[in-house]
Nanobody, 119 residues
Framework: QVQLVESGGGLVQPGGSLRLSCAAS????????MGWYRQVPGKQRELVAR?????NYADSVKGRFTISRDSGKNTVYLHMNSLKPEDTGVYYC???????????????WGQGTQVTVSS
């Protein structure tokens, strides 16, 4: 039942802001590095931001997006500012690994949430 549940996507005008959330379900014992990826039809998924004690960002979003985790390290956020039409896509949450009890799941993806930046 370990899964990543995303929320916060939607339609926003250029220059606007959105905050995406991703929560790992279950009684999570521990969780590894997490990140956000996005995908446009016809293109491969692109790393947007990653956090594992330090943060890393794609050049295209650096200075505009911020990734963070809650104190329990089982929820990750992506705060997006100064959004551009080029930011449009399906955003996916990812965890390197999640441990729930004696179970370990690796390479875990969320279902994706649509972000559309348009006037």
């Amino acid at each position: 039942q370990v899964q990543l549940v995303e929320s916060g996507g939607g339609l926003v005008q250029p220059g606007g802001s959105l905050r995406l959330s991703c929560a790992a379900s279950g009684s999570i014992f521990s969780i590894g590095a997490m990140g956000w990826y996005r995908q446009v039809p016809g293109k491969q998924r692109e790393l947007v931001a990653r956090i594992d004690g330090t943060t890393n960002y794609a050049d295209s979003v650096k200075g505009r997006f911020t990734i963070s985790r809650d104190s329990g390290k089982n929820t990750v956020y992506l705060h997006m500012n100064s959004l551009k039409p080029e930011d449009t896509g399906v955003y996916y949450c990812h965890a390197d690994w999640v441990r729930e009890g004696t179970y370990i799941v690796t390479n875990l993806w969320g279902q994706g949430t649509q972000v559309t930046v348009s006037s």
